[in-house]
């Protein structure tokens, strides 16, 4: 995921996996994820990854965008 190439700043190596509800204390000292919190929609359409550059979130598989 280090490679991941943000589709809105272009900056490398930003994008994260947002982690949904209450995180552990490892995941969360680990820096590997964003902490999207609580407002999880349930409906599966969730973005699964976000840069920590900019705003973006959308899912990304194999390092390409699937969705926005
Ligand atoms: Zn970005």
Do not use: N, Y
Request: hydrophobic content about 35%.
């Amino acid at each position: 995921m280090t490679t991941a190439v943000c589709p809105e700043c272009g900056k490398v190596g930003t994008i994260r996996k947002i982690l949904w509800g209450m995180p552990t204390v490892e995941a969360f000292e680990s820096g590997d994820f964003i902490i999207g919190g609580c407002m999880v929609q349930g409906d599966g359409l969730d973005p699964k990854h976000g840069c920590t550059e900019c705003e973006w979130e959308g899912t990304f598989v194999r390092g390409k965008v699937v969705s926005e």
